[in-house]
């Protein structure tokens, strides 16, 4: 959830002036992680980003602004595509039943804007990619939500490109090659974003934990294979969130500019690290000062609120990213896991953060760190292989060369995770559970992915053509988001006629 702005356009001055309190606060922020004390209580929280989807045609429905009149809570806010929203959770624990607690929430509150999205006739569909989504609707000024922020944010990407967005990503035929004069695109990517608390002697090794475990966990999760009618990633999100956001010209990316949704390019050695980098290699897009913002410098309880620091990480979109929160009396610092897609249901998601919070856990606190062992490029590679193939890829891995990620998961991964979970003080019913739940989706190799490409392929073998099949699979697709089971459990069509 970002902060809302005031404007939407800056003079050169006031660029200037923030580039010189961007480089006080980066100063103010070194000597501070040196001597205050941070709140450290392990907690855990979550976004849920959601589409909107016509109950009748399954096409999108830009109705997010009557769907969040109707459920008047501030837990549910807009999000940057006006057929999106997204949902907060409370913070809770992982030990005890808290994971289990986390699944009911998730449940009741899709629940709960579903019923609200009926009202207006739609449904709320927790999936990656909207399978409907058309191109002409982004080459329109109707995808885009109300806010400053929003509009701000468009102008500043165009504007630092120079030229259109383009998208070019391998899929099934030719793929997708398409071009846009706004950065419409990255509507089109709902996620599941997970938060952890981590005290600052802990946070490199809990970011490195994450990003070993990136590739891996994404292919577990993948659920964005279709785009504008193509059929292309297993996480087609990964690859249209970082080309939709692009701020380079092609020159740029060919000298090596780095992207701004980017993985990174090394292990580090402190929090630090990262804010810095975002500091130094990437100017500001949205350049409003503190003052113009009118926000105090301090907390009541003297953190610093360092506005200008905070504002600009936001516009630099790591796939796992430090999180400053200065609070109101304690800081803390969080981790923000951003890779996931939506869905499938709840028990789906609930398992996917079972996955992360145990890996992290159990990772941290290895003797030998596993990051120690494998080269950053490794990562980097696993997790774009993982994005285009899901659990159908092969990876590299420590003292295992190359393997079906599948069987990594299987044999390694996820009883890590277990162990990890137990170690946090889960109760056992609930590692199993999600056990159960993760397991399964492995050995089947049935993801959301998987499910929505088998779907597709059986209905055009009926005689459907792609459209057709898209809206039928997404009906489809929500019906079994109603049955609260689990993907690897949902039925096929060719399993109908049997």
Request: proline share 6%; aromatic share 8%.
């Amino acid at each position: 959830m970002g902060r809302e702005i005031t404007d939407t356009r800056y003079t050169r001055g006031q660029r200037t002036r923030y580039r010189h309190a961007l480089r006080r606060n980066l100063d103010i922020f070194e000597r501070f992680l040196d001597t205050a004390e941070f709140v450290d209580e392990g907690t855990i929280g979550v976004e849920l980003e959601m589409n909107l989807a016509d109950a009748d045609t399954w096409q999108p429905a830009l109705s997010s602004v009557e769907v969040l009149d109707a459920l008047d809570d501030p837990d549910f806010v807009h999000e940057i595509g006006v057929f999106n929203l997204e949902m907060n959770l409370p913070v809770t624990h992982p030990d005890g039943d808290g994971l289990r607690m986390l699944e009911q929430q998730l449940e009741q509150r899709m629940q709960r804007a579903d019923a609200a999205a009926q009202a207006s006739g739609a449904r709320i569909v927790p999936v990656g990619h909207l399978p409907t989504l058309e191109e002409d609707l982004f080459r329109s000024g109707a995808w885009r939500s109300p806010g400053a922020r929003y509009a701000a944010l468009d102008h500043a990407v165009s504007e630092a490109r120079g030229e259109e967005i383009a998208l070019s990503i391998k899929g099934e035929g030719k793929g997708l090659e398409a071009t846009f004069d706004s950065i419409g695109p990255e509507a089109a990517c709902t996620s599941m974003q997970l938060h952890l608390r981590v005290p600052p002697e802990q946070f490199a090794a809990a970011w490195n934990a994450a990003q070993v475990i990136a590739g891996p966990q994404l292919a577990l999760a993948a659920n964005s294979p279709f785009l504008f009618g193509r059929r292309l990633w297993h996480e087609t999100r990964i690859p249209v969130f970082v080309q939709s956001l692009d701020t380079r010209p092609p020159e740029y990316a060919a000298q090596g500019v780095r992207p701004r949704v980017w993985f990174g390019e090394r292990w580090i050695t402190s929090m630090f690290d990262l804010f810095e980098e975002n500091v130094r290699m990437f100017p500001a897009l949205i350049p409003e000062s503190r003052s113009m913002a009118e926000e105090p410098l301090l907390t009541e309880g003297a953190a610093p609120r360092l506005h200008e620091l905070m504002l600009h990480n936001g516009t630099v979109w790591r796939w796992n990213r430090p999180i400053y929160d200065p609070g109101t009396n304690v800081p803390h610092l969080r981790l923000e896991n951003r890779l996931l897609p939506a869905g499938p249901t709840a028990v789906d998601m609930a398992a996917n953060a079972a996955l992360f919070y145990g890996l992290v856990r159990t990772l941290v606190h290895e003797r030998r760190p596993l990051w120690s062992r494998m080269s950053f490029e490794q990562a980097r590679e696993n997790f774009e292989t993982c994005a285009r193939w899901g659990l159908e890829g092969r990876v590299r891995w420590p003292r295992l060369g190359r393997v079906r990620v599948a069987d990594l998961l299987l044999e390694q991964l996820i009883p890590l995770a277990m162990d990890g979970l137990r170690d946090l003080g889960a109760d056992g019913s609930v590692v199993d559970r999600y056990e159960h739940v993760l397991a399964e989706r492995a050995r089947s190799g049935r993801n959301g992915a998987r499910w929505q490409i088998d779907t597709v392929t059986s209905l055009e073998l009926r005689g459907m053509d792609r459209p057709q099949a898209l809206a039928e699979m997404t009906r489809r697709y929500r019906e079994c988001v109603d049955s609260g089971a689990p993907v690897h459990e949902w039925p096929l069509p060719v399993q109908e006629q049997r």
